[in-house]
């Protein structure tokens, strides 16, 4: 049976799940095209203020992909280049998107599991999350578009040690190395990332728009240009703005309509 991704939206929050029981909920090639979809189409979705990705239960996040495509979706270059560009347009779709995404890691976080939580701007793991790319030992190796992502991440060290090692690093040498943000206890985990999400929901949502995007620009080496300086004080003529403003000399908490 093929795996699925299913999504829900509880508030402001859209949770984002990857289901293949029985596989780690490994990804197969439709799962990879439907995550696309199901991001791009929350991504349109102004009233949300943030995603969550996780792996359906808590044994796993995403144990890599389907390595039984291999004989099938994978098994000549024109196929496996129509593969990785379903998954390249997947975890771009993640990237892109302009709401904040927060993984949820429970168990095993392997291969393409890895690369989708790698897109995401937070990574919030159980103490019993695990993390690797092993691949080395099933004969083939990272598809360069993906392996970008891990790069920006973590560097070349980092992943050359992921890579040419294929161990598995625990929650704790994960945060270590930069792969994760925080590692919680596993039976808080999913608390703490409603707690993350609420956070993140309770800020100006245009302002957290703007900071992914500042962040990206500012990733790339051309200097800002005067322009992009001044355009940096867009907020001012928000309405989140002068909310924000009169609700902090009001000692209040502010409602922030994203406008």
């Not at 402001?12 to 799962?31: C, E, S, Y």
């Not at 890691?105 to 790319?133: K, M, V």
Request: glycine share 10%; charged share 25%.
């Amino acid at each position: 049976m093929p795996g699925s991704i299913f999504s829900s939206v509880t508030g402001h929050i859209a949770t984002v799940t990857i289901a293949n029981p029985g596989k780690l909920n490994a990804v197969d090639l439709g799962m990879w095209q439907q995550l696309e979809s199901t991001i791009r189409h929350h991504s349109e979705d102004d009233s949300l203020r943030c995603i969550v990705i996780r792996g359906e239960g808590r044994d796993a996040f995403a144990a890599g992909g389907d390595l039984e495509e291999f004989l099938t979706a994978r098994n000549t270059v024109d196929r496996a280049m129509h593969y990785h560009d379903c998954v390249g347009k997947a975890l771009k779709a993640i990237a892109d998107s302009p709401q904040p995404t927060v993984a949820m890691i429970h168990g095993a976080c392997i291969g393409g599991g890895l690369e989708i939580a790698g897109q995401c701007d937070l990574r919030i793991a159980g103490e019993s999350a695990r993390f690797g790319a092993p691949i080395n030992r099933a004969g083939f190796s990272m598809y360069p578009e993906e392996m970008a992502g891990l790069l920006r991440l973590v560097g070349p060290a980092v992943v050359l040690e992921i890579l040419l090692e294929g161990r598995i690093l625990s929650a704790t040498e994960a945060l270590q190395k930069g792969l994760i943000s925080r590692i919680v206890a596993d039976a808080r985990l999913e608390d703490e990332v409603q707690a993350a999400g609420k956070r993140i929901c309770d800020g100006a949502p245009l302002v957290a728009r703007w900071h992914k995007q500042w962040v990206r620009r500012l990733e790339q080496s051309t200097p800002l240009t005067e322009q992009e300086l001044r355009d940096s004080f867009g907020f001012l003529t928000t309405e989140d703005y002068r909310e924000g403003l009169a609700a902090f000399l009001q000692k209040r908490k502010p409602d922030f309509k994203g406008c």
